[in-house]
């Protein structure tokens, strides 16, 4: 909590303000490179930091000689300062193209997470886009909901209105997350962000043309989402904004198959958790043709004593998609594909090559846990 309070103290006053965590600047990092000194930070302290960084680099070096990708992920408001300026500092660095060719030339290599739930969100996009264009690099963004709205809310209660100790350390008279996901939504819809910069879809990602260009700032972005909506949503904004192809016209009982060129699928991928809604991954990869994975699937994996609190956390906050009878779809699912791997029989069994892109697809699970 020191390192937090250290960057919320030291971070320039900017008008309008953010909501809280704010956005990343810098200067959130000159401790490591100063003989400064803080009123939060003891000299150990700023030599674990420097630690983690050199630790967090190593990591970002290997990860580029292997051409894999790497995901930050959020957490709780209160630890994201710190998180947010490690993630800027290594954006800056990794995210740059690769001038040395024999390295592959995986951009964006650094991805963060952004919680849409989060109030800050559009002016934090906003802001890392407008820095990715002044220095030259590429935005990584993972977009998810968000993972802890209830503990969001009730630690800011606990502070703000019952004036108990509390983990949070926002400021603002206003949680840090909006408080329903339809008030999440009307702010969204009516967000100023993309109109006041100029930005569409083609305007972030660039247009077909222009994806192969290094000197075009664009980002790359992967979906975390559970959510039918969501999905066919991307999928069809892809096509509206010329990022994907129909291969066949599709009709009232079926939906078009779309085809996916490398520049796209090098920067939009969509993901689940391994074992959560695989109905909807299925359907992903059911509908896109393309020679590189359009989903991927993250894989926990640590000590039980790590991974079932983990797995029972993501399975409470994603119950909507587990309800409704839900939770009995996904174990007949889990049934037939346990047949399948018995038996070999194609899930879409008129869909030759469906079992090669799913192959693909999971594959990549491992490719991402094995640099």
């Known amino acids: 909590m020191r390192t937090f309070s250290h960057i919320l103290a030291t971070r320039p006053q900017v008008e309008p303000s953010i909501p809280f965590p704010g956005c990343p600047y810098p200067t959130d ?61 290594l954006m800056r660095e990794f995210n740059k193209v690769v001038s040395d060719e024999s390295m592959p030339a995986v951009q964006p290599l650094i991805y963060g997470t952004f919680q849409a739930y989060l109030r800050r969100t559009p002016l934090h996009l906003a802001q890392s886009y407008r820095d990715a264009q002044a220095n030259n690099y590429k935005l990584g963004v ?124 090098e920067r939009v991928t969509l993901g689940q958790l391994y074992g959560m809604i695989d109905e909807l991954t299925s359907y992903i990869i059911h509908r896109t043709h393309s020679n590189s994975p359009m989903v991927i699937k993250y894989v926990p994996y640590g000590t039980l004593s790590e991974t079932i609190p983990y797995l029972s956390r993501r399975a409470i906050e994603n119950k909507s998609v587990l309800g409704d009878g839900h939770a009995s779809e996904e174990r007949e699912r889990a049934g037939r594909e346990i047949k399948t791997r018995i038996f070999g029989q194609s899930y879409f069994p008129d869909d030759e090559d469906f079992e090669v892109r799913r192959s693909r697809s999971f594959s990549l699970t491992r490719t991402l846990t094995n640099f």
């Open 29 to 89: 990092l000159n401790i490591l490179d100063t003989e400064s000194s803080s009123k939060f930070l003891n000299d150990k302290d700023i030599v674990s930091l420097r630690e983690l960084h050199s630790d967090l680099r190593r990591i970002c070096l290997r990860a580029r000689e292997r051409g894999v990708k790497l995901i930050i992920d959020a957490e709780y408001s209160w630890y994201q300062p710190a998180i947010d300026a490690m993630q800027l500092a």
């Open 142 to 265: 993972k977009l998810i909901r968000g993972a802890y709205h209830p503990h969001e809310v009730l630690a800011h209660e606990a502070v703000r209105l019952h004036g108990q100790r509390s983990l949070s350390i926002s400021p603002d008279e206003l949680p840090p997350v909006w408080t329903t996901k339809s008030e999440t939504d009307r702010y969204l819809r009516r967000s100023p962000t993309s109109t006041s910069l100029g930005i569409s879809i083609t305007g972030w990602f660039g247009r077909k043309d222009q994806l192969k260009r290094s000197d075009f700032p664009n980002i790359g972005v992967l979906f975390g989402t559970h959510n039918w909506s969501s999905v066919k949503l991307i999928l069809n904004e892809l096509v509206m904004n010329g990022l994907a192809a129909t291969e066949n016209p599709g009709n009232q009982e079926e939906e078009p198959t779309l085809r996916l060129d490398d520049e796209v699928t």
